[in-house]
């Protein structure tokens, strides 16, 4: 199939969902964001035994179909039965991007492209059955409260998500601003469960957030591009026009949680920094057949570049990260998602119908033609964060105290420790010292001094974790950037 990729619906599923455009109001699937349709047409083979084998196949549906809807003792909803069958032929591909989409729930998708959506703001996937986040939006209540990418969702509002496809389960997760949801999560690392409540609020839209700070003398640009929508390359080359005016010597480019956004507006940024003699940019479809796509710029820019990733970079992030690195830059912090694959959206039957499927076509390939499917863009110099970052909410059953060992206190040890309370262990077992950090901890905060951690403190030690971790001050991926930037 000789198809020209400026033809092409093309976009990089931005999060397993929720582009920065939100999927389904705030909670985005993996999916791409609809501005055009094209008629695609997929041939039979002209064989006659294969043709034959291919209508046989069809009259078998139909007869399924007939027997069902007239033979069978229950209630039969027809519209129903048509959509399992496109699904059914979609699950057998074991592609987490590839989904079916009615009239209504192409309706609210295209919802996500307006100037404003609400929701919990997190990309989500379906990985091996579990509905999993990909990333949470900056600034959104997914990411305020502290969901992080890879945890699986399992209950929302104590129903459980098993036996639900993505869209389904998008559904009970999604909803109008103010409202409450509780969602159920099971994170790597913890043995139980963790719930969280989280109040859907307006999703921010702005995606490009840029600062020019001194470092070592040199006035360093830092852009924060939080996902990759239809805005974001005209904002982007707006705030580095301004950084390069007032005398950018060095750029730094986080992607960090971004969970990926429309090709178009990557292959925009990408221009401006992929001299032409290399593709910023490959696309295979499925008979093996690549495109190349280059730029017309004549050099690199004059200045050091390097950009800082982790596990919530995904998609677009990832193009833009490993075609950084293969031209030479720094990638900084830890290994991206590992989302490689394009999809295409297929309106199918007439106008009335409206409803779609949303199938990968092809690959998305580095300048050098490496595919990090399921694998990453690996970083060139490491750096986790602190230790902190990665604790999980403390669940409290009974109030933890003085010679007492448990999971839960191991967890406190290690957020009292991260934001200056200092428990000189973070083996689990609650001894003196951890008690005189949590008696600290709680004269600091007006909380009644018991050095035990009871509801109330380890809510406050939480929320002050995540406070630590939005302000900056203790980012190490960060400070990591702005030392290697200029060696």
Excluded: C
């Amino acid at each position: 199939m000789n198809v020209k990729k400026r033809d092409l619906i093309i976009f990089i599923l931005i999060t397993f969902a929720v582009g920065f455009l939100g999927a389904f109001t705030g909670l985005k699937l993996l999916q791409p964001k609809m501005i055009a349709t094209q008629n695609i047409e997929v041939p039979f083979k002209e064989e006659k035994n294969q043709h034959a084998d291919i209508e046989e196949g069809l009259q078998t549906i139909k007869q399924a179909y007939d027997l069902i809807t007239q033979h069978y003792v229950g209630e039969v909803n027809e519209d129903e039965l048509l959509e399992g069958a496109i699904q059914g032929m979609l699950d057998t591909l074991d592609d987490p991007y590839s989904s079916y989409m009615n009239t209504e729930a192409m309706e609210r998708f295209n919802e996500q492209i307006q100037s404003s959506f609400q929701g919990i703001g997190a990309e989500v996937s379906m990985v091996e059955g579990k509905v999993t986040i990909i990333a949470p939006i900056k600034n959104s209540p997914a990411e305020k409260a502290g969901l992080r990418p890879n945890d699986q969702i399992i209950k929302v509002d104590d129903e459980k998500l098993e036996g639900l496809d993505l869209n389904e389960a998008v559904e009970k997760i999604r909803g109008e601003k103010g409202s409450e949801v509780v969602l159920l999560v099971q994170r790597k690392g913890s043995s139980k469960p963790i719930e969280y409540t989280l109040i859907r609020d307006d999703i921010p839209i702005e995606t490009v957030h840029g600062e020019l700070k001194k470092v070592d003398g040199k006035k360093t640009g830092i852009i924060d591009i939080t996902s990759f929508s239809e805005t974001t390359a005209n904002e982007f080359n707006e705030t580095l026009t301004k950084l390069e005016k007032d005398g950018m010597e060095g750029l730094i480019i986080d992607v960090r949680g971004n969970p990926g956004g429309l090709l178009d507006s990557i292959e925009e940024i990408l221009q401006s920094f992929v001299p032409s003699d290399i593709p910023y940019l490959q696309i295979e479809d499925g008979q093996g057949k690549v495109d190349k796509f280059y730029s017309n710029l004549k050099a690199k820019k004059p200045y050091p570049i390097n950009i800082i990733t982790d596990e919530g970079s995904a998609s677009a992030s990832e193009i833009l990260a490993v075609a950084m690195k293969e031209i030479g830059y720094d990638i900084v912090g830890t290994t991206t998602f590992g989302k490689g694959t394009v999809q295409q959206a297929v309106p199918l039957g007439n106008e009335k119908n409206g409803s779609t499927v949303k199938l990968t076509f092809y690959k998305w390939l580095s300048p050098e033609g490496n595919w990090i499917n399921e694998v990453g863009v690996e970083p060139t110099v490491e750096q986790k964060q602190p230790e902190f970052y990665y604790t999980n909410p403390i669940q409290i059953e009974d109030t933890l105290t003085l010679d007492e060992t448990d999971e839960q206190i191991k967890n406190a040890q290690v957020m009292l420790s991260g934001i200056g309370y200092d428990t000189k262990r973070e083996d689990g077992y609650f001894d003196k010292q951890t008690k005189q950090a949590v008696s600290e901890f709680q004269k600091d905060n007006n909380i009644k001094v018991t050095g035990e951690i009871d509801e109330k403190t380890a809510y406050a030690i939480e929320t002050e974790v995540i406070d630590m971790i939005r302000s900056g001050e203790k980012d190490l991926q960060l400070q990591k950037a702005l030392e290697v930037l200029y060696k």
